[in-house]
């Protein structure tokens, strides 16, 4: 069974930085691309980063590129979200997903439950 | 950049036909995906590329798509099948995954 353990969501304020991980187990890590998407509450869903199976390229949405970086341990089985000069408006739920395939382009098959990001003064 | 747009709301008595569209330019030469999140839980994926099922999806769910629109479909309503639905796409012209705008299902 897929597991996807997200952790590092907390409150911060505007400016700060913040790394979130993902811990993956039940499939075989380095075989897929890996997501980070977000959901500001009461709102839908927003893709925010897409790393593929070796971990370039690296995609971003452009509400966070220059800010946030995807990047992952394939030994470890852990995907990361560090995010640098955060805004009011990056709070929301962030969900670690898992690509169905190894590289852009695929439909997304299993996600976590989500960490809480609030950026606030 | 790309964009989906979705009615805001769907209702639907028990068992009948419930139709939600996407729409989107060209969107029919687009592999569109449709996912469904339960109020407190984490999104499922319900339809890959336009009309595919993942294991254990009822067949009461369909997709089609064609044009400037695609659709999902769920046959014989269910009070289960209350929820957000969202559809997705990956746009290859800027390299960017693009998700609907959401429709909330609700079964009368």
């Known amino acids: 069974e897929v597991q996807l353990i997200e952790s590092g969501g907390v409150v911060v304020q505007p400016g700060e930085s913040l790394r979130l991980s993902c811990a993956a187990s039940g499939f075989t890590f380095d075989g897929y691309a890996m997501h980070w998407v977000r959901q500001a509450p009461g709102k839908g869903l927003e893709w925010v980063a897409l790393i593929t199976w070796d971990g370039d390229p690296t995609y971003y949405a452009d509400s966070v590129k220059g800010r946030f970086t995807i990047s992952r341990d394939n030994g470890k089985d852990s995907l990361y979200l560090l995010m640098n000069s955060l805004r009011v408006g990056d709070t929301a739920l962030y969900y670690c997903v898992k690509d169905m395939g190894a590289v852009a382009g695929n439909p997304f098959d299993s996600w976590g439950q989500g960490t809480l990001v609030s950026v606030s003064t | 950049s790309y964009v989906l747009t979705q009615p805001p709301s769907v209702s639907v008595a028990p068992g009948k036909t419930a139709r939600i569209s996407c729409g989107g330019n060209n969107i029919g030469s687009k592999a569109v995906h449709w996912y469904q999140q339960k109020p407190g839980q984490a999104p499922v994926l319900v339809i890959w590329?336009?009309?595919d099922r993942p294991s254990g999806i009822p067949d009461r769910l369909s997709g089609s798509n064609s044009g400037d629109t695609a659709t999902l479909t769920i046959s014989r309503v269910e009070a289960g099948d209350e929820a957000d639905y969202y559809c997705q796409v990956w746009d290859s012209s800027s390299d960017h995954y693009v998700f609907g705008t959401g429709t909330k299902v609700t079964v009368l």
């Open positions: 590329h336009d009309s």
